[in-house]
């Protein structure tokens, strides 16, 4: 019987690479590292990383699970996902787009921030501009940009401590105000 030998999280990194024609450069700054790290990481002249937010970033980018890595270690703490983020994938399954493409239809300085968002570690933006850009970016309808905008916004309103429910009558102005606004293309 032959013996089936586990592919190294290194070489893993470098096909997945080539099959895709990503330079080095461009995958650095979608997981948050150094081009230097990159090619040392391919070259396997440093280790791969055990750090979970770089196993996770690099996960994301390459559409595995961070446990199929095996210097991933399973977080004690169980990571919730926004169901905003489950739709942004839904988004990218229909569309058929890959994460890779998805990544560089952003300026540069956005991707890593998109792939925090992809793997839950960030949440939505509430600037409607740049939600706009991701919902447009994977053929959005403009009503359901709106609806992961509101609800992004009461988010960011409970956290800061107003109570929605109480100020049920202030809530419906102020977002069917903005919804007019957002809809009718002023922004």
């Not at 450069?25 to 750090?51: K, Q």
Request: charged share 30%.
């Amino acid at each position: 019987m032959k013996q089936i030998v586990p592919e190294k999280s290194s070489e893993k990194v470098g096909k997945f690479l080539k099959k895709h024609s990503l330079h080095k450069r461009d995958f650095a700054e979608m997981i948050g590292v150094t081009l230097s790290y990159v090619y040392n990481l391919i070259d396997e002249t440093v280790s791969f990383s055990t750090r979970g937010t770089t196993i996770e970033r690099i996960a994301t980018v390459m559409e595995m699970n961070p446990e199929e890595f095996e210097e991933y270690r399973i977080p004690q703490e169980p990571v919730l996902i926004d169901e905003a983020v489950e739709i942004i994938r839904d988004y990218l399954n229909e569309n058929k787009m890959s994460v890779v493409s998805f990544l560089k239809a952003f300026p540069r300085r956005k991707r890593l921030d998109m792939v925090d968002i992809l793997r839950g570690a960030l949440p939505l933006p509430v600037d409607f501009k740049e939600l706009r850009l991701i919902g447009k970016t994977l053929n959005m309808p403009e009503e359901e940009i709106y609806t992961l905008w509101e609800n992004r916004f009461r988010q960011v309103l409970e956290s800061a401590g107003m109570n929605t429910y109480s100020n049920t009558g202030l809530m419906s102005e102020m977002l069917a105000c903005a919804k007019k606004y957002i809809l009718s293309g002023q922004d």
